[in-house]
């Protein structure tokens, strides 16, 4: 059994940066693809990106288009935890953030955004850009 928690969720305004950590409980968090979730209200959660495990010599990140150039994933294994750094923040990043643990260390970008890929799931923290 996996344990995720989220923290760093806050009120920022456009423009801004937010940090979003994910710590994981577990021996087996470096062979695990981690991802991040978002939900908006009144509507579906959506993947914003992912980051292999160690499986791959160097840990692969994906993302959505809607974040790409301006959110980056990063893991410390070590640490057990993945962040979010998020920059230029807009208001529609509005949402609850979710990270998210597959038990495989390899996937494609595919697989990384269905939420079904993962097992393990956090509570979510509430980020907020105002404008």
């Known amino acids: 059994q996996v344990q995720l928690v989220e923290s760093g969720g806050g009120l920022v305004q456009a423009g801004g940066s937010l940090r979003l950590s994910c710590a994981a409980s577990?021996?087996?968090?470096?062979?695990?693809?981690m991802g991040w979730f978002r939900q908006a209200p009144g509507k579906e959660r959506e993947f914003v990106g992912a980051?292999?495990?160690?499986?791959?010599?160097?840990?692969?990140?994906y993302y959505a288009d809607s974040v790409k150039g301006r959110f980056t994933i990063s893991r410390d294994n070590a640490k057990n935890t993945m962040y979010l750094q998020m920059n230029s923040l807009k208001p529609e990043d509005t949402a609850v953030y979710y990270c998210?643990?597959?038990?495989?260390?390899?996937?494609?970008?595919?697989?990384?955004?269905?939420?079904?890929?993962?097992?393990?799931w956090g509570q979510g923290t509430q980020v907020t850009v105002s404008s």
């Open positions: 577990g021996r087996t968090f470096s062979t695990y693809t």
């Open positions: 980051i292999t495990g160690i499986a791959i010599i160097t840990p692969y990140a």
């Open positions: 998210a643990a597959s038990t495989h260390s390899s996937i494609s970008y595919y697989q990384s955004s269905d939420q079904n890929s993962y097992t393990y």
